[in-house]
């Protein structure tokens, strides 16, 4: 079954360093999102991104992070300056189609000291 | 906020019992869905049930939708330790290119 690669899946960083997190979404899906997740609670939305752009983001999604599709089948997440609060555990996410269910990477643990 | 809100926030039963978790959510949507997640995995969908259907049904799974009281229910019959699990409902709000989750319940089946 096609599934949704996420990498690394752990990152450790310094305060103030950039960070990408690396996704391969399922090859037919034309949306990908991503999510966050701290301690084992709720499940917050970042940002989506349909046809090259970004459709919507939360408050959480400010200056500091941006999205990218470079190639067609990365689909990434980079933070520009790390906080301490960005700890979390990140998920990429992917659907076929608007309204539809959401495929979910493994996640990838940022933890920022 | 559309944001879900599950009840109970944990729930423990013996295995073969039913468990039934609630969500609650504030505004229109088009569909709702129900997702678990395994501890410190991704989230895996279960089913997915539309605003214009009252019921669904997927093996073990019965989701129900409310529109008018803004609340969905997940029964899962005959439980096993393997479902030990958090379970999520996410709403999906209209126009917008989102899914909203909710807190969260934390299932534990005793075998």
């Known amino acids: 079954e096609p599934e949704v690669t996420q990498t690394p899946s752990h990152q450790v960083t310094q305060m103030g360093q950039e960070v990408i997190l690396r996704c391969v979404p399922i090859?037919?899906?034309?949306?990908f999102y991503w999510y966050r997740q701290i301690l084992g609670q709720k499940v917050e939305f970042l940002v989506s991104f349909y046809n090259n752009e970004i459709s919507e983001k939360s408050e959480i999604f400010d200056d500091q992070f941006s999205v990218e599709r470079p190639d067609g089948s990365n689909f990434t997440l980079k933070i520009r300056s790390t906080k301490l609060e960005d700890s979390a555990m990140y998920f990429c996410?992917?659907?076929?189609?608007?309204?539809?269910?959401?495929?979910f990477g493994s996640g990838t643990q940022l933890s920022v000291l | 906020s559309q944001q879900g809100e599950e009840d109970p926030q944990a729930l423990s039963i013996q295995e073969g019992e039913n468990a039934t978790m609630n969500c609650s959510y504030k505004t229109s949507i088009n569909n709702l869905q129900w997702y678990r997640q395994n501890s410190g995995r991704g989230l895996v969908h279960l089913i997915l049930?539309?605003?214009?259907?009252r019921e669904k049904h997927s093996g073990r799974l019965r989701v129900t939708l409310d529109t008018s009281k803004k609340s969905s229910s997940l029964l899962i019959t005959a439980s096993r330790a393997a479902d030990t699990a958090s379970y999520f409902c996410a709403v999906d709000g209209g126009a917008t290119n989102k899914l909203i989750f909710g807190t969260g319940t934390l299932l534990a089946v005793q075998p």
């Open positions: 996410a992917s659907s076929e189609r608007q309204e539809g269910k959401l495929f």
């Open positions: 049930i539309r605003s214009n259907e």
């Open positions: 090859s037919n899906h034309l949306y």
